[in-house]
C-alpha cells in the first residue's frame, strides 16, 4: 500500500525540543513526514505566503523569538487561515489551552508530556478539522455568493418591473387618450387634427415596440442564443449611410461630423450587431446634448483592430455612476426627466463582446462624454 506523505512546518526556536520532536517522527512507520524546521513566526508566514510551500499542519511554540504568548497564534491566524495549527508550550495550563482553542487552534501539546501516539493523533485531528473547517468556509463563501446573487437577481426583477411599467405607462397613456379623443369627438375633429393623432398612436406603439425590442434582444445575449453572422463589410459605406438615417432622425437639432480613414473601409463584421452598437451610441449623444450642438463619429484602422469614436458635448456623466452603465437597467443621476431604459449600454457591450471587442467611456459632467469601441477588422472565425 501506498505510505501517505504528511508535510509538517515546525515553528521552533529551541533545537533540543527541535530535536526532540524529529526523533519522534523518526519512530513512524506507517506514514512518511517531510518536515521543515524554522525558528521565527516571520519565517514561517514567509515560507508559507512567499514561497507558496503547502503543508498539512503547523505545529506551532507560542513563545519565539519575534513573537509570544497568544500573540503568536494570532498573528499566525491572521496571515495563515486556512492551514490548520497544533500549539506547543511547555506550561500544563488548562486556561491558556482553552484560549489556543478559542483562538483557532486545532490542539494543544504540553512539550515533556509529547509522546508519538499522542502527536500522530493530534496532527490526523488538525487536518481532519482543518479540512472539514475548510469546506465549511468554502460552503459558506459559495452560500454568501449565491445569497449575492440571488439579492441581485431581486434587484433587477425589481428594477425591471419598475422600468417596464413606467416605460409602458407613458405610452399607454397617450393612446388611450387618443382613442377617447378620436371615439368620442370623431365628428367635431377636421382631417388635419384626426390625423395628428393618429400619427401619436403611431408614435407611442412604435415606442412600446422598441422597450420590447430592446428586452428580447437582452434576453437573447444573456442566454447565449443570439448568432454571430459576420460578412464583408465596407465600413465607410455603412457607417455614412448608419449616421444619414440617425440624422434624419434627429432633424436639425444636432450635426453630426463624420471622417473616416480610407485605408480600412473593409473589414467582416455582424452589420446588424454593429448597427445595434452605433445606433444606440449616436442616439445617447443626440438624446443627452444640447440643442444645435455637434457629435463626432470616426473610426481609424491600427494593424488588424478598427477603432470607433463617438464624442460628444452633451451633460456628461458623473463620476459616481460611470462604474455602473453597462448593467441593466441603471442610469446615471443626472438624466432628470430624459426617457430612457437603462439598457441600450447593456446592449451595445453585449454586442461588442460578441464580436470580441472592447467598449471604453470617458465622460466629464456639462462637458461631454466620449465612447471608444475597438473591433478585430476581421472576424477571428473565419481564421
Known amino acids: 500500500m501506498e505510505k501517505i506523505t504528511i508535510h509538517i512546518l515546525l515553528v521552533e526556536d529551541s533545537p533540543t525540543d527541535a530535536s526532540l520532536l524529529k526523533q519522534v517522527f523518526l519512530r513512524a512507520e506507517q506514514q512518511k513526514w517531510q518536515m521543515r524546521h524554522v525558528e521565527r513566526l516571520s519565517e514561517a508566514i514567509d515560507i508559507i505566503t512567499k514561497n507558496q510551500h503547502r503543508f498539512d499542519v503547523v505545529l506551532l511554540d507560542l513563545h519565539l523569538p519575534d513573537s509570544t504568548g497568544l500573540n ?45 501516539q499522542r502527536l500522530l493523533r493530534a496532527i490526523r485531528y488538525a487536518i481532519e478539522r482543518g479540512e472539514i473547517l475548510n469546506q465549511l468556509r468554502e460552503s459558506e463563501e459559495r452560500s454568501r455568493l449565491s445569497l449575492e446573487k440571488e439579492q441581485e437577481l431581486n434587484e433587477l426583477k425589481s428594477n425591471f418591473v419598475a422600468m417596464v411599467s413606467h416605460e409602458f405607462r407613458t405610452p399607454m397613456t397617450t393612446i388611450r387618450t387618443a382613442v377617447e379623443i378620436i371615439e368620442y369627438n370623431n365628428h367635431k375633429l377636421t382631417n388635419e387634427r384626426r390625423a395628428k393623432y393618429f400619427d401619436q398612436i403611431q408614435y407611442a406603439i412604435n415606442q412600446m415596440l422598441r422597450l420590447l425590442d430592446e428586452i428580447l434582444f437582452l434576453s437573447r445575449t444573456e442566454a447565449a442564443k443570439l448568432e454571430f453572422n459576420p460578412t464583408p463589410l465596407n ?20 450635426n453630426i461630423i463624420f471622417s473616416a480613414q480610407e485605408e480600412c473601409i473593409q473589414a467582416e463584421m455582424d452589420e446588424d450587431l454593429l448597427n445595434c452598437i452605433f445606433t444606440n451610441l449616436l442616439s445617447n449623444a443626440i438624446k443627452y446634448s444640447t440643442s444645435q450642438s455637434n457629435i463626432w463619429f470616426d473610426f481609424v484602422c491600427q494593424d488588424d483592430i478598427v477603432i470607433f469614436r463617438i464624442k460628444d458635448q452633451g451633460k456628461g456623466i458623473p463620476l459616481k455612476d460611470q462604474a455602473r452603465l453597462f448593467e441593466s437597467f441603471y442610469r446615471a443621476s443626472n438624466v432628470d426627466k430624459i426617457q430612457g431604459t437603462g439598457l441600450g449600454l447593456a446592449i451595445v457591450k453585449k454586442c461588442v463582446e460578441i464580436h470580441k471587442g472592447e467598449i471604453h467611456l470617458e465622460s466629464q459632467q456639462d462637458v461631454g462624454t466620449t465612447v471608444t469601441v475597438t473591433l478585430p477588422l476581421h472576424s477571428l472565425e473565419s481564421h
Open 235 to 254: 465600413l465607410e459605406l455603412f457607417c455614412r449611410e448608419l449616421v444619414e438615417m440617425v440624422q434624419m432622425s434627429a432633424g436639425n437639432q444636432h
Open 72 to 116: 503568536t497564534l494570532k498573528e499566525y491566524r491572521a496571515a495563515i487561515p486556512d492551514i490548520p495549527v497544533v500549539v506547543l508550550t511547555g506550561l500544563d495550563d488548562e486556561d491558556l489551552a482553552l484560549n489556543a482553542m478559542t483562538e483557532g487552534a486545532q490542539d494543544y501539546l504540553v512539550k515533556d508530556q509529547i509522546t508519538f
